[in-house]
């Protein structure tokens, strides 16, 4: 029987619960799912690569068909190399769209046989992004329901934050 194997491609910087909402949502429909956090050199991210790997693998062991790794180069070679038939990516709202249409097209035509699928998270996560997250944090702003509880301790730490009691 065909196995249906598809990436979920992103920078992650911290997973938010919308990352996992939309991975929920991937490891239903999909045999595999692999979540593939880019090795960018441009960007400085807050988390290096291997505290995000460790992050999204503690927030996704509940589901069997879900793995974390991590990848450089071009998308579409390391998708090649996981048998990944598509590529799975959020749309929270229509100004992600423009964007992602672009990448969908380029990935296609370098790569004609990877097939890229949108997904829409929860309508309470069409808002999140992990910039907002990473500002509010820094402001001592609640995280509430916007990341897991274990990323909100690793980001308080990370900015030496402690959070802030509104009255
Ligand atoms: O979470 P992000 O930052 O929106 O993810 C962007 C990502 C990682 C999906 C994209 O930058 C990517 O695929 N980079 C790998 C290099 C590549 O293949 N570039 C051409 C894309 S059309």
Partial sequence: MKRVIAIYPGTFDPPTNGHLDLIYRGAKIFDE???AILRNRDKVPLFCVEERLEMLRECTRQWDNVRVESFSGLLVDYARECGAQAVLRGIRAVSDYEYELQMA?????LDPSLETVFMTPAGAYSYLSSRLVREIASLGGDLGDLI??????????????????HK
């Fill in 33 to 35: 799912l692999v979540v």
């Fill in 105 to 109: 097209w380029m990935n296609r035509k």
């Fill in 148 to 165: 897991p509880a274990s990323v909100a301790a690793r980001l308080r730490a990370r900015l030496g934050v402690v959070p802030q009691t």
